[in-house]
């Protein structure tokens, strides 16, 4: 079957159902400028495209991820499929950490309804915790990158997310600051 496919591929018949921005080789799309037509675009729609392009996208210094699971195993593979990700999409990875020990809650029943209050039953619970950093993301691709390993959320894995904005410094604390140096 994958033979087929390749010869497929490779065929001059099939290349001309792409366009001739898609490069088989790499897998990857072209960008085509748009061309538009003087005619059909209103200068109000005109300012309204620059306005939005001239919209600063959100910087974040850090994001942190803490996973939880009942099962180590899949908490681990679950971190090996979020860092995949992020080195795809070109994210740069900073520490990656869990707690040598799971967190225990154990909870004592009574095994018996109304006497016999020496029998009693045991349960314990085991948490286990992973702790991923990714540093110096832009908005759009923390969006993307967040929703793409969301969705891809093991059942039985809870995930945290933390957020680390970057924002200017006011300028009334700046100004502040610039008059106290002179």
Known sequence: MTTFLKTLLNSRKTSALFPSCFNLSTRSLCAKPLKFEESNIDQNDLASVTTQDEELDKLYKTIEFECRSNDRAV????????????????????????????????????????????????????????????????????????????????????????????????????????????
């Open 75 to 182: 908490l681990r593979s679950y971190t090996q499929f979020a860092t995949m990700a992020a080195n795809e999409l070109g994210i740069q990875i900073g520490k990656c950490w869990s707690p040598r020990k799971a967190h225990h809650e154990r909870y004592t029943l009574l095994r018996s309804i109304h006497v016999h209050k020496r029998c009693r039953v045991q349960y314990e619970v085991r948490t286990w915790f992973r702790f991923i950093h990714f540093h110096k993301l832009t908005g759009s691709t923390a969006e993307t990158f967040l929703e793409y390993v969301q969705r891809n959320l093991p059942e039985g894995v809870a995930l945290k997310v933390t957020k680390v904005l970057l924002e200017n410094i006011p300028e009334s604390v700046s100004s502040h600051v610039t008059s106290k140096i002179a």
